[in-house]
């Protein structure tokens, strides 16, 4: 009777739902949407959480800094501190650093709302950093996917944005001693420093307008752009194939993965949580950023073994590491050097190289094809090793930019360490460059190895003649697929100086330059097997198992298997 009376309210509901979903696909033609969401496919490897990681952080920087927002004051107007924190009792202060306190000791939950901030920002930048890492070794960058690498360098340079805007508002000793630094640093600029620097500030350093400014750059510009950015990165990855790791049957026209709905869409709502979970437990485990320790900024005081967060360490290390006698006076004017060299100069080449890299190395492969295939760093031997240099040089300068909690640490000689470092920074470097690149033309060589003649067993045989063999056990086509399906790349070849008529051509010096970055990108190499060498060693493998079958039948006593 139940039965009976259930099934005509389940049919009239299934009717009810199909006839809205489709009343609305009339409408939106969101089922062609849908269906296209359901079969895009992933491939399943954990490197490309990293991009969700920076996501998810980002969502939990956005719920936190809602609540935030209910709290702080973006008022550079003094005060005289009144509140819960008995140390700072009648202290004079900004608004917005006695907001930033009463955040933190008085509003239920405050404290660990503000860690959950400062904590995400953190690992939103750590994971974009780390994911575009990982998409430079493997050559994620390359076509069609120059214009989502450049979308993805500008979402670093906005999640470094606002991370420092975040990090100055409180108005504490250590956030105004680091806008002082920046200051400095806009001011060494020629010409237009002085000009920017009060624009900035409303006048003079510190002004009183800059937090404000600040504040609204923080929670409406940079967080509106860096949203857009997202959807337009998401957006170019589902217009292009997904890239993959190479693999039997994954090529560059084909994606070998698992459907988005509801595979993926399952793992991304759990991941969701999980990395949610891991930075509220950092945060209220881990204090970060206890402003009352430092006081309201003031100008006077410059707290000893404190630094940046590590975004903006590498730019405190330049600044150290820089010999403060590179100043010229032209004019009446003094250039900084000592400040524009490794606080402008040097950021904004190394940025700037690093957004159109994709289009350098494009250049100097002349490769036009796309390439969905990632590659294996050792397949990239000088890519790998420009990017190992590149970390390299970026850990001496946050070490420089510690060097005073380095040389109490240790007991060392603040001078004598940045004199070493000195010298470091441009030594380490190269040498990491060249060690890398000699380790992965090393890993290539084992590789050709082991497709040809497989994996060593430790098996020895003497035969009956008395010749010893070692018996290698044959690679899966998986593994040999890893180690021969990669780009072959070779040197462009440079034409004749002169032409039939014994003229020199025209754009030969241009000609010979793109040869030489040519050179330097694939002169050093390692052929992968080819399909005859790869016979030839099948068929010698062959031979020795027929010899061994041969001698296994004799019950002769020089025939011994050790």
Known sequence: MTDVNTAPSDSRLNRAAGATANYVDERTSIGAFVKFMARKLFPDHWSFMLGEIALYSFVVLLLSGVILTAFFVPSMDLVHYEGDFPQLQGTEMSRAFESTVHMSFEVPGGLLMRQIHHWAALIFTASIVTHMARIFFTGA??????????????????????????????????????????????????????????????GEFPGEVLIPRMFTAHILLIPGLILGLIALHLFLIFLHKHTQYPGGGRTDKNVVGLPLFPVYTAKAGGFFFVVFGVITLLSATIQINPVWNYGPYDPSPVSAGTQPDWYMLFIDGGLRIMPGMFEVVIGGYTLALNVLIPAVILPGVFFGVLALYPWIEGWATGDRGEKHVLDRP?????????????????????????????????????????????????????????????????????????????????????????????????????????????????????????????????????????????????????????????????DHHAHQVERMAASAKTDEPTAAEH
């Open 378 to 538: 050792r397949n990239a031997p000088t890519r790998t090793a420009l990017g190992v240099a590149i970390i390299t040089f970026y850990v001496v300068l946050v070490l420089e930019g510690s060097n005073d909690i380095v040389a109490t640490l240790f007991r060392l000689s603040i001078n004598d360490l940045t004199i070493m470092f000195r010298i470091v920074v441009m030594v380490l470097p190269i040498l990491a460059f060249i060690v890398t690149k000699r380790i992965a033309i090393g890993l290539q060589r084992k590789d050709r190895e082991l497709v040809l003649h497989g994996h060593e067993t430790g098996r020895i045989v003497r035969f009956d003649n008395g010749e010893y063999i070692e018996v290698h056990e044959p690679l899966t086509e998986q593994e040999r697929w890893v180690r021969v399906s990669y780009h072959n790349l070779k040197p462009r070849e440079l034409a004749p100086e002169l032409n039939d008529r014994g003229v020199r051509r025209k754009g030969y010096r241009w000609d010979r330059f793109k040869a030489a970055w040519s050179r330097f990108y694939f002169e050093d190499r390692v052929e992968p097997v080819t399909p005859a060498e790869f016979k030839a060693a099948q």
């Open 141 to 202: 960058f390359r076509k069609p996917r120059e214009l989502n690498w450049l979308v993805g360098f500008t979402l670093m340079i906005l999640s470094l944005a606002a991370g420092f805007t975040g990090y100055s508002l409180p108005d504490d000793v250590l956030s105004g001693n680091g806008l002082r630094i920046i200051d400095g640093v806009i001011k060494s600029i020629p010409v237009l420093g002085t000009y920017i620097s009060y624009g900035l500030f409303g």
